[in-house]
């Protein structure tokens, strides 16, 4: 079956440190891959996202590479912000699968000024 | 971007009562909805596939008598938790694929149901 293992949290930083969050995966086909993040009291929000290996999605200074080789996509920011903290979420989706999903666990991230 | 609504936001009811909650596509059409539930340790679990114009296909061990699901129109999925208890206290969060490709989802902002 399809699933996602991303590292636990949680994870404090301090401002303008780097980040990296670990996300591998398994998955029965070709997935796409994405990052979702959810802010305290809110619904998820897609970050980035990336369709076939080698790709880079990218979006408010988050990065993730599609790794098939390594089964991976580690979300990665080289400065944080303290608005940068909440929840964030790595996840396949199987294009045979109508737009399913599966999600890691989540990773908290906290940011301190 | 695809939006989608929620509602209500917050609701608190009585225990043994039942509860509606709306989820709507803004701006797009949406053949399938996915129900969500996200427990307090945050992680999400899918509930059900909403079809529209069909039954919805639940996940192994929800109940479906007791989380009804309606897909009423292509922009309209209504989930309503029956003979609502406590432990049904959670954060129920639904999506909707746009049809782009990639297959992203797009989420509602969640709905806080407290039972008490």
């Known amino acids: 079956g399809n699933s996602v293992t991303q590292m636990e949290g949680p994870v404090t930083l301090s401002e303008e440190a780097f980040l990296t969050i670990n996300c591998t995966y398994t998955a029965t086909g070709y997935p796409s891959l994405f990052w979702y993040v959810q802010y305290p009291g809110e619904g998820l929000q897609l970050l980035l996202k990336a369709t076939k290996a080698d790709d880079k999605g990218s979006n408010k200074g988050f990065e993730a590479t599609y790794r098939k080789e390594t089964t991976s996509f580690h979300l990665e920011k080289g400065s944080v912000q303290v608005s940068d903290s909440a929840v964030y979420f790595c996840a396949l989706s199987l294009n045979t699968n109508a737009g399913k999903s599966t999600f890691g666990d989540g990773t908290t991230l906290t940011v301190k000024p | 971007g695809a939006v989608v609504s929620q509602h209500p936001s917050r609701v608190i009811c009585k225990s043994g009562t039942s509860v509606k909650i709306e989820c709507r596509s803004l701006d797009f059409q949406a053949t399938t909805m996915f129900w969500y539930r996200q427990f307090p340790k945050k992680s999400l679990m899918l509930m059900a596939t909403s079809n529209e114009g069909s039954k919805a296909t639940y996940e192994q061990g929800v109940e479906k008598d007791k989380f009804l699901i309606n897909h009423a129109s292509l922009t309209l999925s209504t989930l309503t938790v029956t003979s609502a208890h406590p432990e049904d206290s959670s954060f129920y969060i639904c999506?909707?694929?746009?049809?782009?490709?990639?297959?992203?989802?797009?989420f509602g902002p969640g709905t806080r149901l407290t039972v008490l």
């Open positions: 999506s909707a694929p746009p049809g782009l490709a990639g297959n992203e989802q797009f």
